[in-house]
């Protein structure tokens, strides 16, 4: 075990886009350990979406402290332990942040668990992970889609919303999903096989989402907000459910975030929109991996990983999310 210990703490909160200059790598000693805790060695990092809203001010939980390490999930092993729950060896993910070495007491906003025998970390952080969760409760609880009903997801490219559609599909509905640029594109038809893409860079979303959708969306999964959420919003179908799982697009600039322009249409259609966040289905989390598991295992879901390489590359990797340069789940490898 190393002396030092790497970190990435917050200097300053983000104006647009995040980038190094709002962080600070800094090496201190390793922590030590105390009753009741266990120390991890990171060996992966989870890069999302939502750590952009954590760097500038409260939201489901408290802003990352100027500072203090940077806040996100990780996954690695356990090097030394006085917690009888977890012992030297253990596989463990959770709320451990950008840094080499994290003690905890295995409590928090991601309960620290084991990665059963077998799971890739890059699986553990993905499929069976924050994003792969959200989309499953998401998707199933949310926006239960039949058979034959006409599904439309955003950000269908990215961790969430590619398994989002998948989801649907096992569900028998037709699903388009909206991506930006034709590689992404081809990859939600060729890989994912969904029924057909929108790329929003270069068409028009609202015509598109009536020619797929000539009748409106039962189900929109929204990912993006902004722009997009009105042009679903404008295609809705009679009792359609949007789910809102995140909104992106206006990440960078919340200061000025406007509320949606067709939201009336939930009136003319009786449609619900509704959000929610995959914490509050904690209790069910062995349900959605044992479904997670088996699709991918039947081949029914393909998982996406899109790997940066090296601890001093974490921060290029979280802005990724935000210039649509990611596939799939965004991951940052730190260690063998």
């Known amino acids: 075990?190393?002396?030092?210990?790497?970190?990435w703490v917050l200097r300053s909160r983000p104006k647009g886009l995040p980038g190094r200059d709002n962080f600070e790598l800094l090496e201190e000693p390793v922590p030590p350990v105390t009753d009741g805790q266990f120390l991890v060695r990171n060996l992966w990092f989870s890069c999302d979406p939502t750590q952009r809203g954590w760097m500038e001010r409260d939201t489901y939980?408290?802003?990352?402290?100027?500072?203090?390490?940077?806040?996100?999930?990780?996954?690695?092993?356990?090097?030394?332990s006085r917690n009888p729950a977890f012992e030297p060896g253990d596989l463990v993910q959770g709320a451990f942040g950008w840094q080499d070495y994290a003690v905890t007491d295995g409590t928090g906003l991601i309960p620290v668990t084991k990665i059963p025998p077998g799971v890739p970390f890059e699986t553990a952080l993905s499929l069976f992970g924050i994003t792969g969760l959200t989309a499953y409760f998401g998707m199933l609880d949310l926006g239960d889609p039949k058979p034959g009903d006409a599904v439309l997801v955003s950000g269908a490219a990215g961790a969430t919303g590619s398994t989002a559609a998948q989801i649907a599909k096992i569900r028998g509905a037709?699903?388009?999903?909206?991506?930006?640029?034709k590689r992404k594109c081809r990859w939600l038809a060729d890989t994912l096989h969904l029924d057909d893409a929108i790329d929003y860079r270069t068409e028009d979303v609202g015509e598109r989402i009536a020619h797929f959708f000539p009748r409106g969306c039962d189900v929109y999964f929204d990912n993006v907000g902004g722009d997009i959420l009105d042009a679903a919003l404008a295609n809705l179908a009679l009792r359609a459910r949007v789910v809102l799982c995140g909104a992106i697009s206006v990440y960078n600039d919340l200061e000025h975030v406007a509320g949606p322009r067709n939201y009336l249409n939930l009136i003319i259609k009786s449609a619900r929109m509704e959000g929610f966040l995959v914490f509050n289905y904690a209790a069910r989390i062995p349900e959605a991996i044992a479904d997670l598991g088996r699709w991918a295992a039947e081949g029914?879901?393909?998982?996406?990983?899109?790997?940066?390489?090296?601890?001093?590359?974490?921060?290029?990797?979280?802005?990724?999310?935000?210039?649509?340069e990611n596939l799939g789940k965004q991951l940052v490898k730190i260690a063998e």
């Not at 802003?63 to 356990?78: C, I, K, N, Q």
Request: aromatic share 4%; proline share 3%; hydrophobic share 45%.
């Open 300 to 324: 029914k879901i393909h998982n996406e990983v899109d790997v940066v390489d090296g601890f001093e590359q974490t921060p290029d990797a979280l802005r990724r999310l935000f210039t649509g």
């Open 61 to 80: 939980v408290p802003a990352v402290e100027l500072g203090e390490v940077m806040r996100s999930a990780a996954a690695g092993r356990v090097v030394s």
């Open 1 to 7: 075990m190393a002396d030092t210990n790497r970190k």
């Open 174 to 181: 037709k699903v388009v999903g909206i991506a930006g640029g």
